[in-house]
């Protein structure tokens, strides 16, 4: 019994250590430099329009426009309207009042453009702005005041918002109502090229 515990038992729980070891290689326990690919940066629940992309579309690479820098110039745009000027004034935390939505190329120029959404801090979205990425910081390019939309790229390029609209008998609430708007860049601005309400 004394020889069967000094060869057998040694051997056993070197086995079983091992085991453990390599059962973690790449798991949570034992970290290894490059196993496991970096982890994305999560996309804001507020960013409205989360549909898939058509098929045959490319996808716009994601940016990572500065929402501190967008702050502030947007508070520098003497067409910015009042309400959301107070807002932005306001706001010492960026991320209750600015959130990211998609990034799109509505502008067809191989650069992208970030949705920048305006809200309280009860995440209630009241206009949304596009930002051009340049190496200089962002620029706003467009903006528009709208009530919860939902903000898409279309297959050719347009940058379709869809927002709620109250009928004259709709609760505070509960708007029964929506309106969907096409914008089209022309060159030098964004243009509506249509807008249905149903």
């Keep these: 019994m004394g020889l069967w515990r000094r060869t057998v038992l040694p051997a056993v729980a070197t086995v079983v250590a091992t085991a453990a070891l390599v059962a973690c290689g790449n798991g949570g326990g034992l970290r290894v430099e490059g ?8 996309s804001p629940t507020i960013a409205v329009g989360k549909g898939s992309p058509s098929p045959g579309v490319a996808r716009t690479p994601q940016v990572a426009v500065d929402l501190a820098e967008v702050r502030t110039q947007l ?3 003497k067409h910015l309207s009042d309400y959301a000027r107070t807002v932005l004034a306001n706001c010492t935390v960026i991320s209750r009042c600015l959130s ?10 191989g650069t992208p453009q970030q949705i920048v ?3 309280t801090l009860e995440k209630f979205v009241f206009g ?3 930002i051009a990425v340049e190496p200089s910081g962002p620029r706003p390019i467009w903006s528009l005041d709208v009530e919860q939309p939902t903000v898409n790229a279309s297959p050719q390029g347009d940058l379709v918002v869809e927002s709620k609209i109250f009928a004259i008998d709709d609760p505070v ?4 109502g929506r309106r969907v708007e096409v914008y089209r860049w022309n ?3 964004m243009i ?3 807008s249905t309400d149903q």
Excluded: N, W, Y
């Excluded at 609430?173 to 029964?176: F, G, I, R």
């Design 75 to 77: 508070l520098a745009d």
């Design 128 to 130: 949304i702005f596009l």
């Design 117 to 119: 959404l305006i809200h």
């Design 187 to 189: 060159g030098r601005q």
């Design 192 to 194: 509506k090229v249509s």
């Design 100 to 109: 990211r939505g998609k990034t799109v190329d509505v502008m067809h120029s």
């Design 173 to 176: 609430c509960c708007p029964s």
């Design 35 to 42: 196993a496991e690919p970096p982890p994305e940066t999560p």
